[in-house]
């Protein structure tokens, strides 16, 4: 099969030909239809996030159907839409696991880092780990929604239920998807920018943020909490200057440029400085439940799989309006 491969961190992915991969007792082979570029397949290439399995076929936003199913795999047939996310494997026995909260486990595997990802014409993966995809998407729309959905969802659910006015400092592909749904839900959205990024801060206004405009600005009223989805750490102190009494600044990346000090008393007051560290299933089972019926739709610019590096360039310049897809089928 053909397969974009990342042989050494911070050098251009290759074309290649490799060997089909065949599945395990426990795993699911797909044909790849799409495959989201996201932020943290940038950080994998560029060395940020450190000891990716080398060589490397990166891509953790796969979404295709099933073409053969291990002796051990139960509810999924050859011809499902089936999707694969981030979270690639969990140990199932350590105390995270055992609480509810497998995001957090001790020895996780990634899809795309640890695991072979969906930057090829085939990919394997633990079926208990791939979730079912709403027939109403098909596979290029579908696909960002398998990381900056349910990333950009489980931030969003930090955020709490009483938040009226939310932030979305970046207003990149996560930012644009969950901005659909706190619209749907009745919250005000103010999207915050790169300075001068009129085009970004139009394209928020489309999708229904009451205020758009740049990073370095204030907000014409106090938000009850923001989520960061740019890898700045200057924006934390940013964001928590803008927030109320008791706000909440969510970090949503998994990796982020160092944050500088800042004031104690932009934190006092009761607000709350979290992040968010990847997902589990039941972030996967609710966040397509609700996607279809807002509906989220993801604004989209295609590339052919021989396009991955030109794709990862454009999420790296923030260029992109939406977010990169590989059309591989």
């Not at 159907?65 to 291990?70: C, H, K, S």
């Not at 239920?161 to 706190?182: I, K, P, S, T, V």
Request: charged share 25%.
């Amino acid at each position: 099969m053909r397969a974009m491969v990342l042989g050494y961190e911070g050098k251009p992915l290759k074309l290649v030909e490799v060997a089909k991969p065949v599945p395990g007792p426990e795993q699911i082979l797909l044909e790849v239809h799409a495959c989201g570029v996201c932020r943290t397949d940038l950080h994998i290439a560029d060395g940020e996030l450190v000891r990716p399995k080398l060589p490397l076929i990166p891509g953790h936003e796969i979404a295709g159907r099933v073409v053969e199913a291990g002796i051990r795999v139960e509810g999924f047939h050859p011809g499902d839409r089936i999707g694969v996310p981030w979270l690639g494997k969990t140990d199932g026995s350590c105390r995270y696991c055992k609480s509810g909260k497998e995001n957090l486990c001790d020895r996780p595997e990634f899809t795309g880092y640890t695991i072979d990802g969906g930057y090829a014409e085939y990919a394997v993966a633990d079926y208990r780990y791939c979730c079912r995809l709403p027939d109403t998407y098909n596979f290029v729309d579908v696909a960002p929604l398998l990381c900056a959905g349910l990333i950009g969802y489980r931030s969003y659910r930090m955020v709490g239920r009483d938040c009226e006015r939310l932030g979305f400092y970046g207003f990149g592909a996560a930012a644009h998807l969950l901005a659909q749904l706190a619209v749907y839900e009745g919250k005000k959205v103010y999207a915050f920018t790169r300075p001068g990024d009129r085009k970004a801060q139009q394209f928020a206004g489309s999708l229904g943020a009451c205020w758009a405009g740049s990073a370095d600005e204030m907000p014409p009223e106090k938000l009850d909490a923001a989520i960061i989805f740019a890898p700045v750490g200057a924006l934390v102190p940013a964001a928590l200057r803008a927030c109320a009494k008791g706000g909440v600044v969510v970090c949503g990346g998994i990796h982020m440029s160092d944050i500088p000090s800042f004031a104690y008393d932009i934190l006092w007051e009761e607000r709350t400085l979290r992040s968010v560290a990847n997902l589990t299933r039941e972030d996967a089972r609710e966040f397509f439940a609700i996607a279809p019926r807002v509906p989220i739709k993801a604004e989209t610019v295609v590339f052919p799989l021989e396009g991955a590096n030109e794709a990862l360039d454009g999420v790296r310049s923030g260029s992109l309006e939406g977010a990169a897809v590989l059309k591989i089928r």
